[in-house]
T-cell receptor
Framework: EPEVTQTPSHQVTQMGQEVILRCVPI?????FYWYRQILGQKVEFLVS????????KSEIFDDQFSVERPDGSNFTLKIRSTKLEDSAMYFC???????????FGPGTRLTVT | GDSVTQMEGPVTLSEEAFLTINCTYT??????LFWYVQYPGEGLQLLLK?????DKGSNKGFEATYRKETTSFHLEKGSVQVSDSAVYFC??????????FGDGTTLTVKP
């Protein structure tokens, strides 16, 4: 069964460093998402992406964040200058259409020290 | 805006007990409703879903019915097992595409 994959599974970085989290959505999916879950808290929407542009973003997704689909398979989330409060699990998700079922990846745990 | 409210946890039950985790929602339009499960150290797994009013989603002995009149989607299981111990998230998705999650309810099942 096709699945969304994410790399790395765990990333440790120092405050102020740039990180790039990678996702490979399911191959025929057209809509892509990033979510964040701070430890012990709810899953929060960050951004949605369709047709090579951001379609919606939350207030969390400030100028420090960016997303990109650099080729036909990867979908990346970049944090330019990480803060301690960026420590969280980051989930990528994709779906075929806007109304279709959303498939989540296993997540990348980001630890900022 | 859209929101999901789950019953506060944590919930601790003995094996074979009956489980109910309440979930109510507020949304514009006609959302689809989901329950996700997160086992310790793992990602989100879709447990079940319902896409329209009166639909019942079911999987692995869990059930939830989409109740438009009460804007609810309560999760139930007749007999829980130790292996059901996890965090359960209720979520909704509108046609806009993004999902909105509840706070999560931690379930611990003791033998």
């Amino acid at each position: 069964e096709p699945e969304v994959t994410q790399t790395p599974s765990h990333q440790v970085t120092q405050m102020g460093q740039e990180v790039i989290l990678r996702c490979v959505p399911i191959s025929n999916h057209l809509y892509f998402y990033w979510y964040r879950q701070i430890l012990g808290q709810k899953v929060e929407f960050l951004v949605s992406f369709y047709n090579n542009e951001i379609s919606e973003k939350s207030e969390i997704f400030d100028d420090q964040f960016s997303v990109e689909r650099p080729d036909g398979s990867n979908f990346t989330l970049k944090i330019r200058s990480t803060k301690l409060e960026d420590s969280a699990m980051y989930f990528c998700a994709s779906r075929v259409t806007g109304e279709g079922e959303q498939y989540f990846g296993p997540g990348t745990r980001l630890t900022v020290t | 805006g859209d929101s999901v409210t789950q019953m506060e946890g944590p919930v601790t039950l003995s094996e074979e007990a009956f489980l109910t985790i309440n979930c109510t929602y507020t949304a514009t339009g006609y959302p689809s409703l989901f329950w996700y499960v997160q086992y310790p150290g793992e990602g989100l797994q879709l447990l079940l879903k319902a896409t329209k009013a009166d639909d019942k989603g079911s999987n692995k002995g869990f059930e939830a019915t989409y109740r438009k009149e009460t804007t609810s989607f309560h999760l139930e299981k007749g007999s829980v097992q130790v292996s059901d111990s996890a965090v359960y998230f209720c979520a909704l998705k509108t046609n806009a595409g993004k999902s909105t999650f509840g706070d999560g309810t931690t379930l611990t099942v003791k033998p």
